[in-house]
Every structure is written in C-alpha cells, then in structure tokens.
C-alpha cells in the first residue's frame, strides 16, 4: 500500500545506528527521493526511534523541497 502511494523509502546502512549522533542528514538522498508522487510527508521528530532533532538549515531545506514540488509536511 504504502508503495503505490509513492512513499519514500529510508536509506539503510551497514553501520549500526543507535542514536541520531550516529545519522548525518544526507541533503542529496533526501532531495533524490522526492517526485511528483510524494505527498505529504512526516516527520516525526524528536520522538523517532533515533530522537533526531533537525537543525534550523536541515528544516529550511526540507520546507524548501516541498515548497518547490508542493509537498504537506505533517510534525
């Protein structure tokens, strides 16, 4: 279901990730996943698994995203 709705799916990685000092927000892979498909998005933040909090440049850029292809973000 959530495929045909034109999800994005998360990058997985070798390393063992424990905590949001361990993940580096990749601007790139995340522009890369979007498309006309996508819509909305949700982030769930800091109360992910990893307890990422986004600095100011990292919202910016995801607000700039989905402004550019007219994308919801749901918090």
């Not at 998360?10 to 819509?39: A, P």
């Not at 600095?55 to 607000?63: A, G, S």
Request: some cysteine.
């Amino acid at each position: 279901m959530a495929h045909s709705t034109g999800d994005i799916k998360s990058e997985s990685s070798d390393q063992d990730i424990s905590s949001s000092v361990d993940w580096i927000f990749d601007k790139n892979v995340f522009e890369s996943m979007f498309n006309t498909r996508v819509n909305p998005i949700i982030l769930n933040i800091p109360n992910s698994p990893l307890g990422k909090v986004f600095t100011r440049e990292e919202l910016e850029h995801i607000t700039s995203l989905c402004q550019q292809y007219n994308v919801f973000i749901f918090f």
